[in-house]
């Protein structure tokens, strides 16, 4: 079982920051990836930014040069930085994980979902 806890959201005015952090815990073997989406009312969820344990990191377009991810490998922690906010970054944002967890004699790899955290700008 693993369990993403989540941290960070808020109300903020425009051109603010906030900062969020999702960490996993449980029977972890290995964590391949942890990244945030992100799902506006009336909206799809949608990728904002991904972390492959292996150093690459993925940004959705809209948030490229204003959202940084990193993680903590030591605490199973992701962060995500987000800088210079619109009213459009509105939205519950959401941590995921890509988990090797431990099953009897070896492993299995799950995708893990937070349950939300809610970012408001405002303009």
């Known amino acids: 079982q693993v369990q993403l806890v989540e941290s960070g959201g808020g109300l903020v005015q425009a051109g603010g920051s906030l900062r969020l952090s999702c960490a996993a815990s449980?029977?972890?073997?290995?964590?391949?990836?942890m990244g945030w989406y992100r799902q506006a009312p009336g909206k799809q969820r949608e990728l904002v930014a991904a972390?492959?344990?292996?150093?690459?990191?993925d940004y959705a377009d809209s948030v490229k040069g204003r959202f940084t991810i990193s993680a903590d490998n030591a605490k199973n922690t992701v962060y995500l930085q987000m800088n210079s906010l619109k009213p459009e970054d509105t939205a519950v944002y959401y941590c995921?994980?890509?988990?090797?967890?431990?099953?009897?004699?070896?492993?299995?790899?799950?995708?893990?979902w937070g349950k939300g955290t809610l970012v408001t700008v405002s303009s």
């Open positions: 995921n994980a890509d988990i090797s967890t431990y099953k009897g004699a070896g492993t299995d790899d799950m995708h893990y």
């Open positions: 972390f492959l344990f292996g150093g690459r990191r």
């Open positions: 449980g029977s972890i073997f290995s964590i391949n990836a």
